[in-house]
């Protein structure tokens, strides 16, 4: 006999995805994704397609396979081995079948048609423990399948791991084509997977440095028109829409919004010297260094109230610690090299970076107070770090000396599991968006 099911209606997402959480009352499961540790054996699960709409139930399972694959924490057993087919896992499955093909964990579920599109039920199972671990049902309009497929991603994610997923996440980035010499820049936008990519803009300007907004409505970056380059900002949907955010004299450039959204940091050049701002939708702004020299890249702390930026103040690049007000100045990074584009993890117990020495480019990350620095790539050049929304991985883009044509990818904060993000153009200058709400 199946579980009993205690079913509770969420609100719909902003998306229009619907959500019920689907608990099992009668065990608590305990299999669990160990990743404390450096390297991590990759966890035996099996996806199955699901039942109901036989293409959707296949969909479904590949995009929610192809995001744990991708993490490198699971490892999807093959299909080909699956004893129990997806019709007969409408209920409790045989475990000692599962078991028999060395899988931990199962993944089943339900995806039929409805009048307002789709509706799909997934259970997350403990195939050792003969335990379901947790389920959802999603409704929402039928072109939202794969939305619902990341959703469940990230729940069995979360679940394993007690980490919040990443899956149901946006990448925005600079999308380049032509010759070196005349290189078209664009803003594009596309799934964490490389899906539903377009482009925000014709490529008329140079735009560089997209940054997405907190509930990744919106993007801001800059954008040469005329002879001095500005920032801009402009909704993810929809035509249209753009403004100047800092109009001013001198260039403005390296936008970066705060966690409430609703201020941004900017650096302003002026007279030969650049200067952190903090300015507001409304056209406030406030001055926030002043020191002679360079400036630039700032991030805020999870909470609002510290900044790390970049600076040469001392006579080379090197990473600084502020106050949000701008007290407080501190300088963190004391290695060799030169540092630059420091970004703050969501979780607020890293900073990543660019550490350029020996000629090589490197990213890497330490503690808000400098210390446990560590380096984790290295190339002819690596750039652009950006964080996942639960701050284990890390994005940027890799510039192949050879082709001269850079591409996208990531890496776990550990090192290891780096991977190519897919994109259809060379790419650069990337940012990761938080959750989708």
Request: aromatic share 8%; charged share 25%.
């Amino acid at each position: 006999m199946a579980p009993v099911l205690d079913r509770r209606a969420l609100l719909a997402s902003a998306a229009g995805i619907g959500s019920w959480v689907l608990f099992d009352r009668t065990a608590e499961a305990q299999l669990r994704v160990d990743i404390t540790r450096g390297v991590v054996e990759p966890l035996p699960i099996a996806i199955s397609p699901l039942a109901g709409d036989p293409l959707l139930g296949v969909q479904i399972a590949d995009v929610v396979q192809a995001d744990l694959d991708g993490s490198g924490l699971f490892r999807t057993i093959d299909r080909r081995a699956y004893i129990q087919k997806p019709e007969e896992l409408r209920q409790v499955p045989r475990f000692a079948d599962w078991r028999q093909i060395n899988a931990q964990a199962l993944v089943s579920g339900i995806a039929t048609p409805t009048a307002q599109g789709i509706a799909v039920e997934f259970r997350l199972w403990d195939v050792l423990g003969g335990t379901q671990m947790t389920g959802l049902r999603f409704e929402g309009p039928a072109d939202r399948w794969r939305r619902i497929a990341h959703k469940i991603a990230d729940a069995v994610y979360e679940r394993m791991t007690g980490e919040k997923g990443y899956f149901d996440t946006r990448i925005v980035y600079v999308a380049e084509s032509g010759p070196a010499t005349r290189k078209v820049k664009r803003i594009a936008v596309m799934d964490q997977d490389g899906a539903n990519h377009r482009f925000l803009t014709d490529g008329r300007d140079l735009v560089l440095t997209p940054r997405i907004a907190p509930n990744a409505t919106s993007v801001a970056y800059m954008a040469y028109r005329g002879r001095t380059p500005k920032v801009y900002v402009r909704p993810l949907e929809g035509a249209g829409g753009e403004r100047i955010l800092v109009d001013s004299e001198g260039m403005s450039f390296a936008p970066r919004f705060a966690p409430d959204g609703r201020r941004m940091l900017v650096t302003i050049a002026q007279r030969g010297n650049s200067d952190i701002w903090e300015v507001t939708a409304a056209g406030g702004r406030r001055r926030l260094t002043a020191e002679p020299g360079i400036d630039t890249s700032p991030s805020f702390s999870p909470d609002g109230q510290r900044i790390v930026f970049n600076s040469d103040r001392g006579g080379r690049p090197n990473l600084y610690v502020m106050n949000a007000d701008g007290s407080g100045v501190q300088r963190i990074s004391y290695g060799d090299g030169r540092y630059f584009s420091p970004m703050w993890s969501p979780r607020g117990d890293l900073i990543a970076f660019v550490n350029i020495k020996e000629r090589s480019f490197h990213i890497g990350v330490m503690r808000p107070d400098g210390s446990d620095e560590r380096l984790i790539t290295r190339s002819w050049q690596d750039e652009g770090p950006a964080w996942s929304p639960n701050g284990r991985i890390i994005l940027f883009y890799r510039l192949d000396r050879a082709t001269d044509r850079s591409e996208l990818r990531r890496i776990d904060i550990t090192g290891y599991n780096e991977r190519v993000v897919p994109t259809p153009q060379a790419a650069s200058d990337p940012d990761w968006s938080g959750l989708i709400p």
